[in-house]
């Protein structure tokens, strides 16, 4: 089950007072204080100079917020690792700004107060002037329980005023030091499961280093490496990545928000600076919550792509109950070499649950679970959300076939403005019916039963050619005079002529078809013994008299005719013998006979194909 992430409150006064656009950095449980970075976003917030408010709650007090300061550098590690120096101020619940300070990351985050800090500071008549500004648009349910250790799920409600939305933040807990990052405080979310579906589990460790090794690396001007594709055609060995404001990672991959421009040799600058987003040395294109490499499980490469378009698939969650992954899908894009990875808007969801998309309330279950999970990773950027369901990987990656496609729907949200015209999401996710959703399970099975048409359809027109042709020489067999016996084996009669390229095949080793009378004089060794039209061998043991037989026809490796020829050596089956009762088979003189013979087909009949051919104009 999807379980919700506790979130701090922050009350509407509060939101109102102090500015337009502000971001809830965090939340400390313990002292009952809300981090708060105003005029700041989800995106932005995260600078060197750092300028936080530490509003309290009902519990919180002047001791709270020296008790907070320890946690702080932690905190900053994880969240905003290229922090150096904090402004901060502590307002307590009637909104006076109580305590004022400066610290640094050399003092290791100590708690530090201004020296000219007098007493509290009212804000009142500034917090009314900013309300009056804005009006609440939009409300979005999150859960907090300030009053209880337990992290049980309650209903709560943030208030947003137009253009300044409050973004979700992150919580430290009581009984730790540090919040822990993305993919470790959502863990009961986000983890990938392993069970496996439609012959696909996710990755083991060992199995996604192997995966990782596709990337190519390459290093800033400090030596902290970046995992990406580049095509600087050739003249890697010439160029520098010089990047701004994003340092390493323990393991020395880039990680943060910075610029990145390039350089070659002789001073040609390849890039002009541009922003980027480091996860763990992933570079994206702008704010994402994939966390990094470690959350990735599928590359993906399309057949006969000659443009490099790699799509990286993440995983973010599993459902047991649908039997479902799902994925997050990122595309390479290329800046001048580049390689940076766009997050986009798409998610993929891998489920066997087909007959789920049959029924609207089974559909419903599906998507009300993988919006979950997707919306857990959107952010206040995020206008659009587009989910498509797999039942396989192995055509269900490619964006051009309905093969292994289930069910594909669209959410959208609106867009606002907010200072200096920043856009940012505003109101509630909508799914886009109609155009924007598919539901390929019953398109494929019109598109199937539709081929299935076409291909009787096609079947019974060769048919009626084909009946066409037998129907003219049959016509032709009726013309004949049927007076003298040698008529039957002129009709029926195919072989080989000696000196042509079928006759040098069968003295290579080839067998060849052979349709002939024939007059079985004796037996031998199991081996009915032909003397007529001359010398061979019958694979089966037929009693003396005259037959229709066709077959495979070889030459012996160890046998000669009487005439001193390789003997010829006939492969044939029950089906494909007649037993005649008069001399040259002068029974089988009909026309009726020879056609059936001559198409292979033993109840041919005239009456027979002209049927086919009505079928085939209906």
């Known amino acids: 089950m999807y379980k919700k992430i506790t979130i701090a409150l922050m009350s509407l006064s509060t939101t109102l007072a102090w500015a337009e656009e502000s971001y809830q950095v965090g939340y400390s449980k313990k002292e009952d204080l809300v981090i708060i970075a105003d005029n700041a976003n989800e995106s932005n917030w995260c ?9 309290a709650g009902s519990n919180a007090s002047e001791e709270s917020v020296k008790a907070l300061f320890p946690k702080l550098g932690n905190l900053f590690n994880k969240l905003c690792p290229k922090a150096e120096t904090l402004t901060w101020s502590y307002v307590d619940v009637q909104h006076n700004v109580v305590l004022k300070g400066n610290t640094n990351k050399s003092q290791e985050w100590a708690f530090v107060l201004e020296n000219n800090v007098a007493s509290k500071q009212k804000v009142t008549a500034e917090k009314e002037e900013e309300s009056s500004k804005s009006d609440v648009v939009t409300q979005t349910t999150i859960t907090d329980k300030r009053t209880e250790e337990s992290t049980k ?3 709560q409600t943030t208030a947003v005023v137009e253009n300044a939305p409050v973004q979700s933040s992150t919580e430290i807990s009581s009984e730790q ?7 470790e405080k959502i ?3 986000d983890k990938m499961q392993s069970f496996p579906v439609s012959g696909w589990r996710p990755l083991l460790e060992e199995e996604r280093q192997k995966l990782i090794a596709n990337f190519q690396t390459m290093k800033n001007q400090d030596g902290c490496k970046v995992l990406s594709f580049f095509d600087f055609k050739g003249q890697e060995n010439y160029v520098q990545i010089i990047t701004k404001g994003v340092g390493c990672d323990q393991n020395g991959f880039l990680d943060g928000e910075g610029t990145v421009r390039v350089e070659r040799s002789d001073g040609e600058v390849l890039l002009r600076e541009r922003e980027f987003v480091f996860k763990h040395g992933l570079p994206f294109t702008g704010y994402t919550k994939i966390s990094g490499p470690q959350e990735l499980e599928i590359f993906y490469t399309p057949e006969g792509s000659i443009f490099n378009q790699h799509k990286l698939f993440f995983g973010i969650g599993s459902s047991q109950e649908l039997n479902a992954h799902y994925f997050l899908v990122a595309y390479k894009k290329d800046y001048a070499g580049f390689g940076a990875f766009e997050e986009g808007s798409d998610g993929l969801i891998l489920t066997n649950r087909a007959e789920d998309f049959r029924q609207a309330s089974t559909i419903k279950k599906q998507l009300e679970t993988a919006f979950q999970y997707f919306n857990h990773r959107t952010h206040n950027q995020s206008f659009h959300l587009r989910l498509t369901f797999v039942e396989g990987l192995q055509k269900g990656l490619d964006e051009y076939s309905m093969e292994q496609k289930l069910y594909r729907t669209e959410f959208s949200r609106n867009r606002a403005y907010g200072k200096n015209w920043q856009a940012y999401a505003k109101g509630e996710w909508k799914q886009e019916k109609g155009f924007g959703t598919t539901n390929y399970l019953f398109e494929r099975e019109q ?16 048919k009626a050619y084909e009946a066409e042709k037998q129907l003219n020489k049959y016509r032709e067999l009726q013309a004949l005079d049927w007076s003298t016996s040698d008529k039957v084996q002129q009709n029926i009669y195919q072989n080989i002529q000696a000196g042509t390229r079928n006759y040098v095949d069968m003295l290579e080793g080839k067998q060849k078809t052979l349709s002939s009378l024939v007059r079985v004089d004796s037996i031998q060794n199991g081996k009915a013994q032909v003397v007529w039209p001359y010398s061979m061998v019958l694979s089966l043991p037929l009693e003396k008299g005259w037959y229709w037989i066709r077959g495979q026809q070889s030459f012996s490796t160890t046998q000669l005719d009487k005439v001193g020829l390789p003997l010829t050596e006939v492969t044939i089956d029950d089906t494909a013998v007649f037993k005649c009762q008069q001399e040259m088979c002068a029974d089988l003189q009909n026309p009726q006979t020879i056609a059936r013979i001559q198409f292979g087909i033993p109840d041919w009949s005239p ?3 002209q049927q086919l051919i009505i079928d085939a104009r209906k």
């Open 47 to 55: 600078k060197t100079d750092l300028q936080l408010r530490f509003q």
């Open 153 to 155: 799920e309650v209903p």
């Open 177 to 183: 030091t540090v919040v822990t990052d993305t993919v």
């Open 187 to 189: 863990e009961s979310v």
């Open 447 to 462: 598109r199937l039963a539709h081929e299935k048409a076409l291909e009787a359809k096609r079947l019974r027109r060769e």
């Open 607 to 609: 009456e027979k194909a």
